[in-house]
């Protein structure tokens, strides 16, 4: 199986700040990686696919970068509804990441 | 829109099955994969697997191909899931979610499956 590692599993930061939520792939998956976005007591909601290209709707503040192993959601100008968890996805063979928990301070 | 609007809360005793539907509306449904994904606090997110609408093949996470069974019916856009021998390891909330770009761009509010005698 393909393991996605997100370590950091908690992070503050301030509004108007810039955050960087990073994760990496056991191996090769090229672009084929995806990011989630999980409010409390919501569904996950899709932001990124294709490593970098944003989902409908998805403000421009959410960005995707990476590819190969190493992969990274920056999120520019936070804002205080970013308060959630992110989950990234390789569907080569469908693994998430085990989640970042963004907290506002 | 895009909904995805699956069944309620389930209660279930150790052994038996569950099927839980997920109506789509909003989109062609025939026209992307419907995956199933199981969220629990042990293992965080796991993908089940997915299936094709258009002509019901699916494709299983080896860890769910005895667990689970996905089915669509076309005449109500609706795909299910059957999880079966029910244990308390798959007590969890279960989400549908339509395919896109090899993601996931919309998914159901989910559904809690509680197994407890």
């Known amino acids: 199986d393909i393991v996605m590692t997100q370590s950091q599993k908690f992070m503050s930061t301030s509004v108007g700040d810039r955050v960087s939520v990073t994760c990496k792939a056991s191996q090769n998956v090229g672009t084929n990686v995806a990011w989630y976005q999980q409010k409390p007591g919501q569904s996950p909601k899709a932001l990124i696919y294709s490593a970098s290209y944003r989902y409908s709707g998805v403000p421009d503040r959410f960005t995707g970068s990476g590819s190969g192993t190493d992969f990274t959601l920056t999120i520019s100008n936070v804002q205080s509804e970013d308060l959630a968890e992110y989950f990234c996805q390789q569907y080569n063979s469908y693994t998430f990441g085990g989640g970042t928990k963004l907290e506002i301070k | 829109e895009v909904q995805l609007q699956q069944s309620g809360p389930e209660l279930v005793k150790p052994g038996a099955s569950v099927k839980i539907s997920c109506k789509a509306s909003?989109?062609?449904?025939?026209?992307?994969?419907m995956h199933w994904v199981k969220q629990s606090h042990v293992k965080s997110l796991e993908w089940i697997g997915r299936i094709n609408p258009y002509n019901g093949a699916t494709s299983y996470n080896q860890n769910f191909k005895d667990k689970a069974s996905l089915t669509v019916d076309k005449s109500s856009s609706t795909a299910y899931m059957e999880l079966h021998s029910l244990t308390s390891e798959d007590s969890a909330v279960y989400y549908c979610?339509?395919?896109?770009?090899?993601?996931?761009?919309?998914w159901g509010q989910g559904t809690s499956v509680t197994v407890s005698s």
């Open positions: 909003g989109y062609s449904f025939t026209g992307y994969y």
């Open positions: 979610a339509k395919g896109y770009e090899g993601g996931m761009d919309y």
